[in-house]
């Protein structure tokens, strides 16, 4: 089976600007994708570029194997979108623009709506000029939810959602998961992608810089151990492995271990008879800060 | 009011002036332009008191009198006083029009675009922006008014004072100023910036509309008309200045009622509440043509009803148009019945022919703003949803163009209609239906052709789509005045609007009609073919 989403080598220049350099990833059937990057890095652009928006300026981009640019019409009768920002026509109602958002893409107004709209506790009968950021926001997920697609393109869609909408957005997409469904997520609520993303890209300043799944990455960072021993600790210090030691105490530390030497480092902390431990696996925070703070040090020194 | 509500206004002048310098520059070249040379040509045309003669009794018939407004002035003549009445009535109506747009562009637009929300939260008082908008016009029409002045003094017609220089441009600044603060009112009362235009130029229309009746009718009516009162300044004679301070009044009584209503609304919103709507759509809105149908159905019935209404103020004074004995009892007796009927009609036919091209003009506005708010709309983002529908890039745009098109064809046919029934009503003489429509048949054409180049604009240079607003003015400019004051051939056939024959009296040129037909079509699918090819406008 093909690819849902390839991208290869994609760039785009704005004029003198180049916003995308080198953005390269795919997504699998059925797969979530999780799409992060700091501000400005070239998501919405990328995303721009897949929905037929922007022209590619060089590099291979395709849905369902077909063409972004030539082919966006026949593309865009299986996919869906939600935008980060949303504007709608103001003296149109939320009601009837969901309902023609569905005609659009050929579908219509079923129970599911029905279901959404009160799930996402959306006031149809309003104008859409009296609506919220994320009133509108839910406009446009619950038109783009009840769209039977397969690939779901979501851009920063939660942006404007309070907790408990933002919680029934992660049951909804948890259920189009469930269901089977391609979705590609740009988020920069890290513990949502983490939640919910079988593998995550990563861009900066229009590149790639990494591509996996949450648990190959955490394999290439370091956890965090916490540990109270009977014996001194002065010697774990000096491991290779062990970085950031902070010692509380002669028996008590917290420090970070490379992830591929964590078993290496357990055996010289029980020789040191474990009174407690704690180990947390990397977040996807502590590896987007790493990979952000990489970068940004690389540029420094570049810069001297 | 405390003080601090206008607090930071001279930040906020400065930046709007900053921000609308190029549009206030071309706007006022053009008046203070179009003012200048025609005063220093008026001297070579109406130099000698025959062809002032001539000229005035053109100017006494009910025709121009509707077009241009009451001729008053008794001989013997001067150039300037036959300058004063040409000018007055038509340079009033584009000061008024500069106005509107600035007003709106300071106001609404602003506040739309979410700046304002942006500095309101910097400690700038809440009226600043009000008050930033109404010194701006202040700034712009007393400029405009100075130099206008300062034009006629240096083209010295024979025949003008510096009193009635002066009073000529202050009275047009005070002029537009009382409207432009209107239109601030307006402002306040609309809840977007689209319906505040609407507003303003559906208040413009109708007072316009009731000094040409009144004009036609009973010249003392036309004080009511607000309008008229820039026909009553008369310039070099009496030289009137109270007019000027009525205008200054209204402006003031404007802008002290736009301040009273925007205390009391919420910004973004206006005092005209929305009301809950329908929770489904109708079966009827279903693509992106009943879309755009439903997103404008108040203004598409706007246009359509203000122009029969236009066609038809004018149709209702041909039965006074086309009755040359009345203003001329001698020429009754020098022919006879039929050569007077015959006649009459002729003067009707050609005054139709002169309607027109304002009927064109006029419906091209809702027909090019149809093509230029795809750009809009896709820069406010308006669009973005809908282009992840569907529905090709080339089709989305071909509908706004088409429905453009129509809206305007519709709006001609429906001006050129009311003009004759009103016209069949009033007249003695017969002139059908058809025989009006020929104008519709000529003209149409130009009017395929303007947004042939709209969207060709729109395509290519998406950023100076607006600069086609230049052709359906200095069309309406060059063939409305240009025979008056007196403008070449070659400069009438600038714009599409030039390029057609003289319907209804004459018969429609097909071959024209072919080769701009032609013409309007490749600019369409030109502009059509480039829109497809480049990126959408994104923020
Ligand atoms: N139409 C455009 N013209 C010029 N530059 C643009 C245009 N659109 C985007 N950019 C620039 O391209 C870069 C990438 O923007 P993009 O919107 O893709 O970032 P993003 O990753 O979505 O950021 P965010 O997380 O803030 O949404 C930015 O520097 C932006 O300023
Ligand atoms: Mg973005």
Redesign the interface.
């Given at each position: 089976m093909t690819e849902v989403v390839a991208i290869d080598h994609l760039t785009k220049r704005f004029g003198k600007f180049q916003a995308l350099k080198n953005i390269t990833f795919t997504i699998h059937p059925g797969e979530v994708f999780g799409f992060i990057g700091p501000n400005g890095a070239g998501k919405s652009t990328t995303i721009r570029i897949l929905l037929g928006n922007l022209k590619a300026t060089s590099g291979q981009a395709t849905i369902f194997g077909q063409s972004v640019w030539t082919d966006a019409v026949a593309i865009h009768k299986r996919i869906a979108y939600v935008p980060g920002d949303v504007d709608l026509w103001p003296n149109l109602t939320g009601g009837e623009i969901i309902d023609l958002l569905l005609k659009l893409s050929g579908q219509k107004h079923t129970a599911r709506t029905d279901e959404l709209i009160k799930k996402f506790d959306l006031d149809v009968a309003k104008k859409a000029r009296t609506y919220s950021k994320g009133n509108r926001q839910k406009v446009a997920l619950v038109a783009a939810f009840s769209t039977d697609a397969e690939l779901y393109i979501f851009d920063e869609p939660t942006s404007g959602l309070d907790p408990l909408m933002e919680e029934v957005f992660q049951q909804e997409v948890l259920a189009l998961k469930a269901a089977g469904k391609s979705i590609l997520l740009s988020s920069h609520i890290l513990s949502e992608v983490e939640r919910m993303c079988d593998r995550i890209g990563i861009i900066r300043q229009g590149e790639s810089i990494e591509v996996g799944s949450l648990a190959s990455m955490r394999k290439l960072s370091r956890s965090t151990i916490h540990v109270q021993t009977k014996q001194p600790l002065t010697a774990i210090a000096t491991l290779a492995a062990v970085h950031q030691f902070k010692a509380e105490s002669n028996t008590k530390a917290e420090f970070t271990v490379d992830s591929e030497a964590v078993g290496s480092v357990m055996d010289q902390l029980s020789s040191l008879e474990i009174v407690q431990l704690q180990s947390t696996p990397p977040t996807l925070e502590d590896l987007f800060l790493r990979y952000y703070n990489k970068e940004g040090e690389a540029d420094a020194t570049q810069h001297v | 009011m405390p003080h601090s509500t206008f607090k930071r206004t001279g930040t906020l002048l400065k930046l709007e002036l900053r921000h609308d310098w190029l549009k206030i520059v071309l706007w006022l070249t053009g008046l203070v332009g179009l003012m200048a040379a025609a005063a220093a040509k008026f001297g070579g045309i109406y130099g000698t008191q025959k062809e002032m003669a001539t000229i005035a009794t053109t100017l006494k018939t009910p025709a121009m009198v509707s077009l241009l407004g009451p001729f008053t002035a008794k001989p013997p003549y001067t150039t300037a006083l036959i300058y004063g009445s040409e000018m007055m009535v038509f340079m009033g109506l584009f000061t008024v029009m500069m106005n509107i747009h600035l007003a709106i562009h300071a106001t609404r637009s602003q506040e739309e675009s979410g700046l304002t929300e942006l500095m309101l939260a910097r400690s700038v008082g809440r009226q600043a922006p009000l008050l930033a908008a109404m010194l701006e016009l202040v700034i712009v029409n007393g400029l405009g008014g100075v130099l206008e002045a300062l034009g006629l003094q240096a083209a010295q017609m024979p025949g003008a004072t510096a009193a009635g220089n002066w009073l000529f441009g202050l009275g047009l600044a005070a002029f537009g100023l009382m409207f432009g603060s209107f239109s601030l009112l307006f402002a306040q009362l609309a809840?977007?910036s689209r319906g505040a235009l609407m507003l303003s130029y559906g208040f413009l229309g109708l007072v316009f509309i009731a000094r040409m009746g009144t004009d036609v009718q009973n010249p003392d009516l036309t004080w009511w008309t607000i309008f008229g009162w820039i026909e009553k300044m008369e310039l070099y004679t009496n030289n009137t200045w109270w007019p000027v301070l009525l205008m200054l009044a209204g402006a003031l009584l404007g802008g002290a009622c736009a301040v009273a209503l925007a205390a009391r609304r919420d910004l973004g919103a206006g005092l005209i509440a929305?009301?809950?709507?329908?929770?489904?759509?109708?079966a009827f809105?279903?693509?992106?043509l009943s879309?755009l149908a439903?997103?404008n159905r108040t203004s598409t019935i706007v246009w359509l009803l203000g122009l029969v209404l236009l066609g038809a103020s004018y149709g209702s004074i041909f039965g006074t148009v086309g009755d040359l004995v009345k203003t001329n009892p001698v020429l009754g007796k020098l022919l006879g019945g039929a050569a007077v009927a015959a006649a009459n009609r002729a003067v009707v036919l050609a005054m139709a022919n002169k309607l027109a091209v304002i009927f064109v003009v006029v419906a091209t506005i809702p027909a090019v703003m149809m093509i230029l708010s795809l750009n809009r709309d896709e820069q406010?983002?308006?669009l973005?949803?809908?282009?992840?529908?569907?529905?090709?890039?080339l089709r989305l745009a071909l509908t706004s163009a088409g429905y453009g098109l129509v809206v305007g064809s519709a709006a001609f046919i429906a001006a050129i209609w009311g003009m004759a029934a009103a016209g069949q009503q009033s007249m003695t003489i017969t002139i059908t239906l058809a025989r009006f429509m020929r104008s519709f048949v000529g003209y149409w054409p130009a009017l395929l052709v303007v947004c042939g180049l709209a969207m060709l604009l729109a395509g290519l240079l998406p950023k100076w789509q607006s600069a086609i607003w230049i052709v359906p003015v200095y069309g309406v400019v060059s063939l409305y005045m240009g025979p008056l004051i007196g403008l070449p051939k070659w400069a009438l056939k600038l714009s599409p609007y030039g390029w057609v024959n003289k319907v209804p009296v004459a018969a429609v040129n097909w071959g024209t009609f072919g080769w701009m037909t032609a013409l309007g079509v490749v600019l369409l699918a030109v502009g059509l073919w480039a829109y497809r090819?480049?990126?959408?406008l994104?923020n």
């Amino acid at each position: 089976m093909t690819e849902v989403v390839a991208i290869d080598h994609l760039t785009k220049r704005f004029g003198k600007f180049q916003a995308l350099k080198n953005i390269t990833f795919t997504i699998h059937p059925g797969e979530v994708f999780g799409f992060i990057g700091p501000n400005g890095a070239g998501k919405s652009t990328t995303i721009r570029i897949l929905l037929g928006n922007l022209k590619a300026t060089s590099g291979q981009a395709t849905i369902f194997g077909q063409s972004v640019w030539t082919d966006a019409v026949a593309i865009h009768k299986r996919i869906a979108y939600v935008p980060g920002d949303v504007d709608l026509w103001p003296n149109l109602t939320g009601g009837e623009i969901i309902d023609l958002l569905l005609k659009l893409s050929g579908q219509k107004h079923t129970a599911r709506t029905d279901e959404l709209i009160k799930k996402f506790d959306l006031d149809v009968a309003k104008k859409a000029r009296t609506y919220s950021k994320g009133n509108r926001q839910k406009v446009a997920l619950v038109a783009a939810f009840s769209t039977d697609a397969e690939l779901y393109i979501f851009d920063e869609p939660t942006s404007g959602l309070d907790p408990l909408m933002e919680e029934v957005f992660q049951q909804e997409v948890l259920a189009l998961k469930a269901a089977g469904k391609s979705i590609l997520l740009s988020s920069h609520i890290l513990s949502e992608v983490e939640r919910m993303c079988d593998r995550i890209g990563i861009i900066r300043q229009g590149e790639s810089i990494e591509v996996g799944s949450l648990a190959s990455m955490r394999k290439l960072s370091r956890s965090t151990i916490h540990v109270q021993t009977k014996q001194p600790l002065t010697a774990i210090a000096t491991l290779a492995a062990v970085h950031q030691f902070k010692a509380e105490s002669n028996t008590k530390a917290e420090f970070t271990v490379d992830s591929e030497a964590v078993g290496s480092v357990m055996d010289q902390l029980s020789s040191l008879e474990i009174v407690q431990l704690q180990s947390t696996p990397p977040t996807l925070e502590d590896l987007f800060l790493r990979y952000y703070n990489k970068e940004g040090e690389a540029d420094a020194t570049q810069h001297v | 009011m405390p003080h601090s509500t206008f607090k930071r206004t001279g930040t906020l002048l400065k930046l709007e002036l900053r921000h609308d310098w190029l549009k206030i520059v071309l706007w006022l070249t053009g008046l203070v332009g179009l003012m200048a040379a025609a005063a220093a040509k008026f001297g070579g045309i109406y130099g000698t008191q025959k062809e002032m003669a001539t000229i005035a009794t053109t100017l006494k018939t009910p025709a121009m009198v509707s077009l241009l407004g009451p001729f008053t002035a008794k001989p013997p003549y001067t150039t300037a006083l036959i300058y004063g009445s040409e000018m007055m009535v038509f340079m009033g109506l584009f000061t008024v029009m500069m106005n509107i747009h600035l007003a709106i562009h300071a106001t609404r637009s602003q506040e739309e675009s979410g700046l304002t929300e942006l500095m309101l939260a910097r400690s700038v008082g809440r009226q600043a922006p009000l008050l930033a908008a109404m010194l701006e016009l202040v700034i712009v029409n007393g400029l405009g008014g100075v130099l206008e002045a300062l034009g006629l003094q240096a083209a010295q017609m024979p025949g003008a004072t510096a009193a009635g220089n002066w009073l000529f441009g202050l009275g047009l600044a005070a002029f537009g100023l009382m409207f432009g603060s209107f239109s601030l009112l307006f402002a306040q009362l609309a809840s977007t910036s689209r319906g505040a235009l609407m507003l303003s130029y559906g208040f413009l229309g109708l007072v316009f509309i009731a000094r040409m009746g009144t004009d036609v009718q009973n010249p003392d009516l036309t004080w009511w008309t607000i309008f008229g009162w820039i026909e009553k300044m008369e310039l070099y004679t009496n030289n009137t200045w109270w007019p000027v301070l009525l205008m200054l009044a209204g402006a003031l009584l404007g802008g002290a009622c736009a301040v009273a209503l925007a205390a009391r609304r919420d910004l973004g919103a206006g005092l005209i509440a929305p009301k809950p709507g329908r929770k489904r759509a109708s079966a009827f809105l279903r693509g992106p043509l009943s879309l755009l149908a439903r997103v404008n159905r108040t203004s598409t019935i706007v246009w359509l009803l203000g122009l029969v209404l236009l066609g038809a103020s004018y149709g209702s004074i041909f039965g006074t148009v086309g009755d040359l004995v009345k203003t001329n009892p001698v020429l009754g007796k020098l022919l006879g019945g039929a050569a007077v009927a015959a006649a009459n009609r002729a003067v009707v036919l050609a005054m139709a022919n002169k309607l027109a091209v304002i009927f064109v003009v006029v419906a091209t506005i809702p027909a090019v703003m149809m093509i230029l708010s795809l750009n809009r709309d896709e820069q406010k983002g308006l669009l973005t949803l809908m282009q992840a529908k569907p529905i090709g890039r080339l089709r989305l745009a071909l509908t706004s163009a088409g429905y453009g098109l129509v809206v305007g064809s519709a709006a001609f046919i429906a001006a050129i209609w009311g003009m004759a029934a009103a016209g069949q009503q009033s007249m003695t003489i017969t002139i059908t239906l058809a025989r009006f429509m020929r104008s519709f048949v000529g003209y149409w054409p130009a009017l395929l052709v303007v947004c042939g180049l709209a969207m060709l604009l729109a395509g290519l240079l998406p950023k100076w789509q607006s600069a086609i607003w230049i052709v359906p003015v200095y069309g309406v400019v060059s063939l409305y005045m240009g025979p008056l004051i007196g403008l070449p051939k070659w400069a009438l056939k600038l714009s599409p609007y030039g390029w057609v024959n003289k319907v209804p009296v004459a018969a429609v040129n097909w071959g024209t009609f072919g080769w701009m037909t032609a013409l309007g079509v490749v600019l369409l699918a030109v502009g059509l073919w480039a829109y497809r090819r480049r990126d959408l406008l994104m923020n």
